[in-house]
């Protein structure tokens, strides 16, 4: 198979963990024209990559099938610092941006559950590595928002589970895509597998679950926690008011959208 840089228009979600991405990834990735549903630790600094990400997901999907003739965009979304975005370097006209962050505490909590369960010794088990990482991300994102501004779109990740309909459908009109997003998708070859997002059992349900857990035994130190609230609040000011369009919670106990 060979690849041509022109053939694709490219989707990018940035974000940080355990901020609904799985959910919303196997979303726009179920729709007939985007092909890509988890983060493939790829960093997007020249055309070249964008050919690499087009290279590397056609391996690992070998035999499914999954980019088709209908495909127009291809995605993947970026959570980690280890990774970069430079659009000066791409053909930016071919480029849509998604930012999106979760507020502080059910981030934090969600993160160091998941890694506690895993029973390895993870640092992002601990609640001082799980709020450096947090807050490192969130500055990380503000500072690519600064600098692109007017160049991105952003959505408060909760809306994905608690405002369904209403969040697609502006996602949707920001995309340009033909027909509606739902909240029912497809049950893909890594779906659920660790490495490749979410490994939940709702992961497997093939639609939004819009129930939310506790917590209730996961514990992070006051003054950590109010650090993380305090940076994100912060930082999340900046993001929305560079952002060429946005939909949000006017707070995270009112779910009013904007």
């Not at 001082?128 to 500055?139: K, M, P």
Request: glycine share 4%.
């Amino acid at each position: 198979m060979t690849f041509d840089s022109d053939t694709y228009q490219h989707i990018f979600l940035l974000s940080h963990m355990r901020a609904n991405t799985s959910l919303i990834s196997h979303i726009l990735g179920s729709h007939n024209e985007i092909s890509g549903y988890y983060e493939m630790h790829l960093s997007y600094v020249t055309e070249n990559d964008l050919l690499k990400q087009e290279k590397v997901f056609s391996d690992k999907e070998a035999g499914h099938d999954i980019i088709t003739s209908s495909t127009k965009y291809l995605f993947d979304k970026l959570l980690h610092n280890d990774y970069d975005l430079v659009l000066e370097n791409l053909s930016s006209k071919k480029i849509k941006i998604l930012v999106s962050i979760r507020p502080a505490e059910q981030t934090l909590k969600s993160i160091i559950n998941l890694f506690r369960n895993k029973n390895n010794g993870h640092p992002y088990a601990d609640p001082e590595q799980v709020v450096h990482y947090y807050i490192e991300r969130i500055t990380a994102l503000a500072k690519f928002c600064t600098h692109y501004r007017d160049k991105y779109y952003y959505y408060d990740a909760d809306l994905i589970r608690t405002k369904p309909q209403e969040t697609l459908a502006r996602i949707k009109n920001w995309l340009s895509l033909k027909t509606p997003l739902t909240d029912q998708y497809h049950i893909f070859s890594l779906t659920g597998q660790a490495g490749a997002g979410d490994s939940s059992d709702n992961m497997k349900k093939g639609r939004i679950i819009q129930s939310r857990t506790n917590y209730k035994d996961i514990k992070i130190p006051s003054h950590l926690l109010q650090k993380a609230i305090t940076e994100t609040r912060k930082h999340k000011q900046l993001i929305v008011t560079h952002a060429i369009d946005s939909i949000r919670l006017v707070s995270e106990s009112n779910e009013v959208l904007l």
